[in-house]
């Protein structure tokens, strides 16, 4: 990870391999057989359960989403076995039968599969040069994580340049009949449930950072999957996540589709229906109970393990209108942190229940009101239109 890799409770990348060097392809807990793995579970969740409620849950959702399994590792030095804790044994992001299941990269497709991902400037990766990110419209490029960078070709480059910065000049066109035509260029529905699963988790990083997208000759271009929860529900170091705003609507894109009057409906519309079932206070309280009683003294061993870091002083000093306050996340024990998390929880997602369609329409600007105008006017013309028609054929039938 860009940040976790300071952390002291490390994060790796596993790849097996076989006596002979070789890449091993094992299928780890009943997982899909691969030989890369992931051993995540970040320091900063005092909960421990963030990742894998966001993956098992929002990933009935999104298709691909990585599956996940919690271990306890043991790192051999010399004849001992040093303990380091609990982690989140998780499928990568990659292409392939039980991963991101698109077509195999073909350069000569019209579309090739690809696997993109929004994050941070990385010189070391090829960067794609789209039109929003080089106006500084947006946060964040464009690299390719799927295929390998050796199977890129400058055609392929080119191409998926063009789609991009074809989605982006429509989005935030200042033309509303070709803003109002972006639903033709991506996977609607998928944009749609990423968005509501982002928001009702508050997972604030996703739309700049580790925000994936895959396309294929079958598919278009799609939100997903999922990736890195850690930070959710108000678990950022750095910063408070109020339970009464959202956030999503102010991200890369997502920003200009907040201004669609039917993507906000179809928001709206989507959340009301997955808050009677899998986003239910009833059904995420009951999720993390089972989950915690499923760990049980795992938990207690990776905060006995890990105690120092856990208690380390998590107050955020705000300034609010030049008020000074503090929020003292106290994370003294771990039912204490089960609270906050629940807390944060019920409240984000009453305050979602209540003004979710307001806050939303409020995004809606000038261009809605012009278009109403216009229909406006055209409704009129008809029916000008129309009178004078039936006043010449009433004359007609008058003669």
Known sequence: GASSRSFQKKQYGIKLLDDEGQELEAPLLGMDADEDWVLSNSILDASQIRNYT?????????????ECRFVEMFIKDGDNYNYRGLYLLTEPVKQGKGHVDIQDYNPRDKRPAVILVRDRADDTKTTLSTWASDQQLTYGWFTVKYPKEELLTPEVIQKLETQLTEIEKTLYSDNYRQ????PRLINLPSFIDYFVINEYFMNYDSG???????????HQ?????????????????????????????ERPWFERMVQDPDFNARVVSRYRELRKGIFSDR????????????????SKRDRSRWREVYLENHQLALVEEGHGYVIDRNRDTYEEELVRLKDMIKGHGKWLD???DDYLNGFIKEPLAERSRETYANIALAFLLIFIASAYLLGKRVK
């Open 221 to 249: 271009l799609s939100m997903g999957p999922l990736w890195d929860y850690d930070n959710c529900w108000d678990n950022y170091k750095f910063a408070a996540g109020g339970a009464e705003y959202m956030v999503m609507p």
């Open 283 to 298: 059904n995420i309280m009951q999720f993390i109970d089972n989950t915690v009683a499923y760990l049980g003294n795992a």
């Open 208 to 218: 700049d950072n580790s925000t994936y997208y895959y396309e294929d000759p079958a």
């Open 354 to 356: 209540l003004y979710m």
């Open 54 to 66: 966001a993956y098992n849950l929002a990933g009935q959702l999104m298709p691909f989403t990585p």
């Open 179 to 182: 803003f109002l035509s972006y």
